[in-house]
């Protein structure tokens, strides 16, 4: 360190010596000491850290040697800036090791740390032990030099947990077959987390991966996390979104990657009940496809990503479910859809349902039939394979996804 000391009236004073210059020399050094009381040495440690040379390459070094080493792309850690890697990488190890509270070494200012920890946790659903907030302590600067983190599971129940959760996502994977694409397993468990989790409010850990897949009952944010963590377990790309929805509430969501191309997934939103589909009768519901590896062109209707990172650019429809299962029609003709209407109730269907290109084709099917009559033949043919005179259906018109479900 370096500096210079100016004298406050800018007059040259005699330099005393003897008995005072002792004195004046004591109180120099009991003030010096006071000083690092002040700053409960917080100076020293880091001091200490930068020369025995604490850094990035000394917390990667740890997490290689003590076999923390993550096994998946840490989407988050690749697109913060360069100079919040120390700070990420010192997290995760102090989280991995069992740390819940203790001394921080990296220079970073309160802030800042908020952003690197949410990091850590948006890229490693399988720390399911911790909470989402934390405690942190600075310095006179401003700089943390201290972090106290919310914990959600005790230390001693952490093993067992951890199995429990490990045995729940491979019971899930097991039922995958062997040579399903990456689209089909990413929409096997997009379907199997639907069908297992029932969405609720003020559930137990919710923020966390055992809300979804231990108890069953979570929010979105134990949806999202689950599903990244079987993907995680399956060695496929999948990352943890956060941000609003139109109306403005907080809201987790993933993107994943299939063939070099990055797709928008919602589970949560997957759920017809939770979506309002069906007014919350789940006799008749059916998984809603809307945000199975879609595009932002149609997540962004509804959902506002935040902008702690870079996403990129979610353009490909290659697996839009509707296109890939011939539900989707560019415009509408009369002959395509009534043949479609007819085969679903021939096959003996409990619903079908009609993506459409544009507002102008959803409204012109609207019209033909639920105002023109375009029911009446399929209608017709349904009662009369089930010996029955009267016929009574249900249908439900998302205008955002110009689509239309038909429930017979």
């Known amino acids: 360190m370096s500096g210079k000391t100016i004298d406050f009236d800018g007059r040259k004073r005699k330099r005393k010596s003897g008995f005072w210059s002792v004195v004046r020399g004591f109180l120099g050094v009991a003030v010096f000491v006071c000083i690092l009381g002040m700053v409960n040495f917080d100076v020293i440690k880091r001091v200490h850290y930068a020369l025995t040379g604490g850094g990035l390459e000394s917390w990667e070094s740890a997490a290689l040697e003590e076999g ?3 096994s998946v792309e840490e989407y988050y850690y690749d697109n913060l800036p360069e100079k919040y890697h120390e700070a990420y990488r010192e997290i995760y190890v102090h989280i991995m090791r069992g740390e819940d509270s203790g001394d921080f070494m990296a220079v970073i200012g309160g802030e800042e740390f908020w952003d690197v920890y949410y990091a850590v946790l948006a890229d490693h659903p399988e720390i399911f ?52 694409t990456d689209y089909e397993r990413i929409k096997y468990i997009y379907e199997y987390l639907i069908n297992t989790v029932e969405y609720q409010a003020g559930s137990a850990d919710s923020q966390n991966i055992q809300s979804a897949l231990l108890y069953h009952a979570s929010v979105c944010a134990g949806y999202a996390k689950a599903f990244q963590y079987i993907l995680h377990r399956m060695g496929l790309f999948c990352t943890y ?16 990657r299939i063939d070099g191309d990055y797709y928008y997934v919602d589970v949560t939103w997957g759920d017809p009940v939770f979506a309002g589909q069906i007014d919350g009768d789940s006799s008749e519901s059916v998984t809603n496809y809307n945000y199975l590896c879609c595009t932002e062109y149609d997540l962004f209707k509804t959902h506002v990503p935040g902008d702690l990172i870079t996403l990129p650019a979610c353009t490909s429809d290659k697996y839009d479910y509707y296109k890939l299962n011939g539900f989707y029609y560019e415009t509408f003709d009369y002959d395509t859809i009534r043949n479609a209407l007819m085969n679903s109730v021939r096959n003996r269907e409990s619903s079908t349902v009609m993506k459409f290109g544009s507002s102008e084709a959803l409204e012109t099917a609207r ?5 023109n009559g375009m029911l009446d033949e399929p209608g017709q043919y349904l009662m009369e394979q089930n010996g029955v005179t009267t016929w009574n259906y249900r249908y439900h018109i998302d205008d955002e996804f110009c689509l239309i479900t038909i429930y017979w």
């Open 68 to 70: 923390f080493v993550s």
């Open 129 to 180: 032990w911790i909470g989402t907030s934390a405690q942190i302590e600075t310095d006179f600067t401003g700089k943390v030099v201290g972090y106290d983190l919310e914990v959600t599971v005790p230390v001693e129940a952490r093993p067992s947990m951890r199995q429990n959760l490990e045995a729940a996502a491979d019971g899930c994977i097991a039922g995958i077959p062997s040579i399903a």
């Open 241 to 256: 979104v956060t941000g609003t929805t139109k109306d403005g509430g907080d809201h987790g969501w993933n993107m994943v």
């Open 367 to 371: 019209y033909e039939l639920f105002e």
